[in-house]
C-alpha cells in the first residue's frame, strides 16, 4: 500500500536487497568486466596540481579498483561499470560526513571492548566486543549473549563511546548476561577477561558538543513511526546525546524508539496532525481516546511541548535518477552492493538489475549508504552485480536452491556464516518479508506477525515522568504473546563463524568410513533440514560411539538446519567432542549432501 510506504514529510530510499535474488539486467546486454587500465594512468600526477584536481583523481583510481567477478581470471571494476551503462556516480558532495569517504583509518581491533546503543533497544547501552573488523566497519558482539545478535556499525558510528561514557553521562550502563548493575566493574571486568578498553581517540563522534536548541528530555512531539509509517504517534523526546535525541512512543515498547535530529522529517511540534488535517494515534490504554486533548494530556503528565522553533527542517537532497552508489545489504548487513537511485520522488534505490520484491526504505542520511569508491577507499569488500549466468546456473558454493544465491549469509544472524536451503536463506520467498526470525534478546519473545506494529506490556516501558507510571494500562487480553524462554525460542544454535571452512572441504574423507555408518544410507539434506532438535538427537544416539555427546546437541539446541550447518572444526574446537565420533558425526553431515546430489542427478 502506497500509503503505507510513503508517509507525508518522509525522505526515505526504497533499497532491494536481494544478496543471491531475482536479477533483471537493465541497459546492459553483457555484465560489465573491468578491461584493466595501464597502470600509469592510475599513478600520473601533476607537480603543483590543485588540491581539488589531486582528489577527483584519487577518486577515479577508486572507481578503476578491481574485485574478483563471475569466474576464473575475471574482474569488476565502477569505472568500466559506469562507461559501458553510461551512467554516472552519485558525487560525493552528496553525501553526508559520517556517509562519505573517512578522514582516517579504522583503529578498532578485534577484542576491544566498548560501550554502545542496542539496536533492537535504542534506550540501552551495552557492554559490547568488536567481534570482526572489515573496512570502515565493525561488527559489535553483546558480551555473554549468542552471536546472533551481533551487529554491524561504521567505526565512526554516534552510537558507539569509549568504556566510561555511562558513567560520565549518567546513563544506565546494561552489564553482560548474569551480572548485576551493582555487580560490574569496567576496571575488574577487563582485567578479569583480559581484554583491552578501545582507545578514546577512536570516537569520533565524541568531539561533538553540539546541543540541539529547544528541546529537552521529558519534552512532548508527534511523532511518525519509522517501522509503520502509517501512524504519527504521541511521542516524549526521552534522552539527548550531543547534537541527537531518542523519541520514545508513549506507553509503546522501546523497540519502537528511534535518535534523530532537529532536522528530520520524522518529528512534528504538537498540534500538527490537527493542523495538517492528520490522524493522531493515541497513546495504547489511553482512556477516552475519541476524547484525546494535548492540553489535558500534557497537564496528565506533568509535561511540556517542544517548541515548534526547535523543529528544523530537513535540507533538499540532490541525488537524481540512475546515480550509483554502494549500498549495505538490510539483510545480509555484513555485504555491501551496487546500488542505483532509481527514483527521487519517492527515493527509490535497488541493487542494480534487481526486482522491486526486495525494495526497502532507508534514510536519506542512513550510514549504510556510501559514494561510488568506498568500499576501495576503506578496505572494504564490494559485490559486483552478479552475472545472469550466475543468476541462473546452480552454486557450486552453497547449494541453497534460491536462484543466484551462494550461501552467504543467514537468516538467523553473524553467527552463520552460510546456508544450505530456503530456510536458512534472507532472499528465499519465505524470507523476504521477515525482518527478523529471532527472539528478542532481552524478553526471549518471538516477532509478532503480521505488518503492523503493537502495544507490548506497559510494564516493561520506561516511563520519563514516575508520577505518570501505572496511570493507564494495556489491555493485555488484546496484546497477549506467548511467553518463551531464550532457550525455547532460539531456533537452535549453529557453530559455524565468518572463519569457519567450507563443509564441502575437509582433511578427513567420508567414503572411508561411510559403511560403518548404515544408518545414513538414503537420507537426503533435504529431509534432514527439516528435523527437531529430538530427532537430530535421536540420530545421534544410533552413531557407534556418539550416544555420550548427545548432551551436547540438546543444550546447544540443534536442529536440522544447524546439524547440516556443522562442520568438524566446530564439532571438536567448540562442542568440544572427542576425535573419532566428531568424524563420524561430520562425515554423516557429508553423506546426507552427498545424497541429495545423486537424488537430483536421478531426476
Keep these: 500500500d502506497e500509503s503505507v510506504k510513503k508517509a507525508h514529510a518522509t525522505i526515505t530510499w526504497a533499497v532491494p536487497t536481494a544478496q543471491e535474488g531475482k536479477m533483471t539486467w537493465l541497459n546492459c546486454v553483457k555484465p560489465p568486466v573491468c578491461i584493466k587500465q595501464e597502470e600509469k594512468d592510475s599513478r600520473k600526477t601533476t607537480r603543483g596540481a590543485p588540491r581539488g584536481r589531486r582528489k577527483r583523481r584519487g577518486d577515479a583510481a577508486l572507481l578503476r579498483h578491481t574485485v574478483p567477478y563471475g569466474g576464473k581470471k575475471k574482474s569488476w571494476c565502477w569505472a568500466s561499470y559506469l562507461e559501458q551503462d553510461k551512467a554516472i556516480a552519485a558525487p560525493t558532495k552528496l553525501f553526508k560526513e559520517h556517509q562519505a569517504f573517512p578522514q582516517s583509518k579504522n583503529g578498532f581491533?578485534?577484542?576491544?571492548?566498548?560501550?554502545?546503543?542496542?539496536?533492537?533497544?535504542?534506550?540501552?547501552?551495552?557492554?559490547?566486543?568488536?567481534?570482526?573488523?572489515?573496512?570502515?566497519?565493525?561488527?559489535?558482539?553483546?558480551?555473554?549473549?549468542?552471536?546472533?545478535?551481533?551487529?554491524?556499525?561504521?567505526?565512526?558510528?554516534?552510537?558507539?563511546?569509549?568504556?566510561?561514557?555511562?558513567?560520565?553521562?549518567?546513563?544506565?550502563?546494561?552489564?553482560?548476561?548474569?551480572?548485576?548493575?551493582?555487580?560490574?566493574?569496567?576496571?575488574?571486568?577487563?582485567?578479569?577477561?583480559?581484554?583491552?578498553?578501545?582507545?578514546?581517540?577512536?570516537?569520533?563522534?565524541?568531539?561533538?558538543?553540539?546541543?540541539?536548541?529547544?528541546?529537552?528530555?521529558?519534552?512532548?512531539?508527534?511523532?511518525?513511526?519509522?517501522?509503520?509509517?502509517?501512524?504519527?504517534?504521541?511521542?516524549?523526546?526521552?534522552?539527548?546525546?550531543?547534537?541527537?535525541?531518542?523519541?520514545?512512543?508513549?506507553?509503546?515498547?522501546?523497540?519502537?524508539?528511534?535518535?534523530?535530529?532537529?532536522?528530520?522529517?520524522?518529528?512534528?511540534?504538537?498540534?500538527?496532525?490537527?493542523?495538517?488535517?492528520?490522524?493522531?494515534?493515541?497513546?495504547?490504554?489511553?482512556?477516552?481516546?475519541?476524547?484525546?486533548?494535548?492540553?489535558?494530556?500534557?497537564?496528565?503528565?506533568?509535561?511540556?511541548?517542544a517548541p515548534a522553533r526547535a523543529f528544523k527542517g530537513k535540507p533538499p537532497h540532490s541525488f537524481q535518477p540512475l546515480m550509483k552508489l554502494e549500498t549495505v545489504d538490510k539483510r545480509n548487513p555484513m555485504l555491501i552492493r551496487v546500488a542505483t537511485v532509481v527514483d527521487t520522488d519517492d527515493h527509490r534505490i535497488h541493487f542494480d538489475g534487481w526486482t522491486d520484491e526486495y525494495d526497502y526504505w532507508v534514510d536519506t542520511d542512513s550510514p549504510d549508504i556510501h559514494p561510488a569508491g568506498w568500499c576501495a577507499k576503506t578496505g572494504h569488500p564490494l559485490q559486483p552485480p552478479i552475472s545472469p549466468q550466475e543468476l541462473f546456473e546452480p552454486s557450486e558454493q552453497g547449494g541453497c536452491p534460491t536462484p543466484g544465491c551462494k550461501g552467504v549469509g543467514h537468516i538467523k544472524g553473524a553467527r552463520y556464516s552460510g546456508h544450505h536451503s530456503a530456510v536458512g536463506c534472507p532472499y528465499s520467498d519465505i524470507n523476504i518479508n521477515k525482518d527478523s526470525v529471532l527472539p528478542d534478546r532481552l524478553s526471549g519473545e518471538m516477532p509478532g506477525s503480521g505488518?503492523?506494529?503493537?502495544?507490548?506490556?506497559?510494564?516493561?516501558?520506561?516511563?520519563?515522568?514516575?508520577?505518570?507510571?501505572?496511570?493507564?494500562?494495556?489491555?493485555t487480553e488484546t496484546d497477549r504473546r506467548l511467553e518463551l524462554t531464550l532457550q525455547q525460542a532460539l531456533h537452535q544454535s549453529v557453530f559455524m563463524p565468518c572463519t569457519s571452512p567450507s563443509p564441502s572441504s575437509s582433511p578427513f574423507c567420508w567414503d572411508q568410513h561411510s559403511k560403518l555408518l548404515p544408518t545414513v544410507a538414503g537420507i537426503t539434506s533435504s529431509k534432514v533440514a527439516s528435523w527437531t532438535v529430538e530427532e537430530v538427537i535421536e540420530f545421534i544416539q544410533g552413531l557407534p560411539g556418539c550416544k555420550e555427546h548427545v548432551h551436547t546437541f540438546r543444550d546447544e539446541q540443534i536442529d536440522g538446519e544447524a546439524f547440516l550447518l556443522l562442520t568438524q572444526v566446530d564439532l571438536v574446537k567448540i562442542m568440544s567432542i572427542k576425535l573419532g565420533p566428531a568424524i563420524k558425526i561430520y562425515n554423516s553431515v557429508l553423506m546426507f549432501k552427498t545424497a541429495e546430489e545423486s537424488a537430483c542427478n536421478e531426476l
Design 451 to 475: 505488518g503492523l506494529g503493537r502495544p507490548r506490556r506497559a510494564e516493561s516501558i520506561p516511563d520519563i515522568n514516575p508520577k505518570t507510571r501505572g496511570k493507564y494500562s494495556l489491555n
Design 109 to 305: 581491533r578485534v577484542g576491544m571492548k566498548l560501550e554502545g546503543v542496542d539496536p533492537e533497544h535504542p534506550s540501552m547501552y551495552c557492554v559490547l566486543t568488536v567481534a570482526e573488523v572489515s573496512g570502515h566497519r565493525i561488527r559489535l558482539h553483546f558480551d555473554k549473549y549468542s552471536d546472533y545478535y551481533d551487529f554491524w556499525v561504521n567505526s565512526n558510528s554516534a552510537d558507539i563511546h569509549p568504556v566510561g561514557w555511562c558513567e560520565k553521562t549518567g546513563h544506565t550502563l546494561h552489564p553482560p548476561k548474569g551480572l548485576k548493575d551493582e555487580e560490574f566493574s569496567w576496571l575488574s571486568y577487563i582485567k578479569l577477561s583480559k581484554a583491552q578498553a578501545a582507545p578514546k581517540a577512536l570516537f569520533e563522534n565524541q568531539n561533538t558538543t553540539v546541543t540541539p536548541l529547544g528541546f529537552r528530555i521529558g519534552m512532548k512531539l508527534e511523532a511518525i513511526d519509522k517501522k509503520n509509517p502509517s501512524f504519527i504517534c504521541v511521542a516524549t523526546v526521552t534522552d539527548m546525546v550531543d547534537s541527537r535525541f531518542l523519541v520514545h512512543f508513549d506507553n509503546w515498547d522501546e523497540s519502537y524508539d528511534f535518535w534523530c535530529d532537529a532536522t528530520s522529517p520524522y518529528i512534528h511540534p504538537v498540534g500538527w496532525c490537527q493542523d495538517n488535517d492528520r490522524i493522531l494515534t493515541k497513546p495504547p490504554g489511553y482512556p477516552n481516546v475519541k476524547n484525546f486533548s494535548w492540553g489535558k494530556y500534557l497537564e496528565e503528565t506533568h509535561s511540556s511541548p
